[in-house]
Antibody
Framework: EVQLVESGGGVVRPGGSLRLSCAAS????????MTWVRQAPGKGLEYVAG????????GYADSVKGRFTISRDNAKNSVYLQIDSLRAEDTALYHC????????????????WGQGTLVTVSS | DIQMTQSPSSLSASVGDRVTITCRAS??????LNWYQQKAGKAPNLLIY???NLQSGVPSRFSGSGSGTDFTLTITSLQPEDFATYYC?????????FGQGTTLEI
């Protein structure tokens, strides 16, 4: 069974930093890209960042570019999100998700999600 | 980043109704479009990938269509468990943006 467990959230002051972790199990971790998606309270889903299977390709939403860094350690079956220069608008539940692909290899989608770790930015 | 715009933002319907949700991309994304359903307090669940391919285990009352910039999600014969929020997501570019969501209410 695929499992994704996030950790590292908490309450932090504006301008502060956190490192979120996502521990994966139940699948061959280095076969898949991974993604962080966040959801502010009462709001919609927002793509934050993604990383390819080997870490060679990364992508960031404009709203976090230059402040967030995604990385992975395939030996530890884990993906990370370093979040710096935190703002009030970064308050959200942060999910990691596995990016799966269909049999053709053309289409990618998020097929497994963790329950999330809550980041609250408040003075 | 590609902007994804859904309409309507919310929709009221009844059990047994047929509903359609629209998603528009700010540039052509071919058929690289996914649809997810999210219920309160739960992680999203994939419904459709590649614009029209039904994910395994998803009821056949869900269907998707479209290509280029305009896409639709259709639910025929609404069931009580279908009242939720629906999101589109493009996977044409590596920054895989979501639409803002459509809440389907009774």
């Amino acid at each position: 069974e695929v499992q994704l467990v996030e950790s590292g959230g908490g309450v932090v002051r504006p301008g502060g930093s956190l490192r979120l972790s996502c521990a994966a199990s139940g699948f061959i971790f280095d076969d898949y890209g991974m993604t962080w998606v966040r959801q502010a309270p009462g709001k919609g889903l927002e793509y934050v960042a993604g990383i390819s299977w080997n870490g060679g390709t990364t992508g960031y939403a404009d709203s976090v570019k230059g402040r967030f860094t995604i990385s992975r350690d395939n030996a530890k079956n884990s993906v990370y999100l370093q979040i710096d220069s935190l703002r009030a608008e970064d308050t959200a539940l942060y999910h990691c998700a596995r990016e799966y692909f269909d049999s053709s290899g053309f289409y990618r989608f998020l097929d497994s999600w963790g329950q999330g770790t809550l980041v609250t930015v408040s003075s | 980043d590609i902007q994804m715009t859904q309409s309507p933002s919310s929709l009221s319907a009844s059990v047994g109704d047929r509903v359609t949700i629209t998603c528009r991309a700010s540039e052509s994304i071919n058929t690289y479009l996914n649809w997810y359903q999210q219920k309160a307090g739960k992680a999203p669940n994939l419904l459709i990938y590649g614009a029209s391919n039904l994910q395994s285990g998803v009821p056949s009352r869900f269907s998707g269509s479209g290509s280029g910039t305009d896409f639709t999600l259709t639910i025929t014969s609404l069931q009580p468990e279908d009242f939720a929020t629906y999101y589109c997501q493009q996977n044409f570019r590596y920054v895989r943006t979501f639409g803002q969501g459509t809440t389907l209410e009774i």
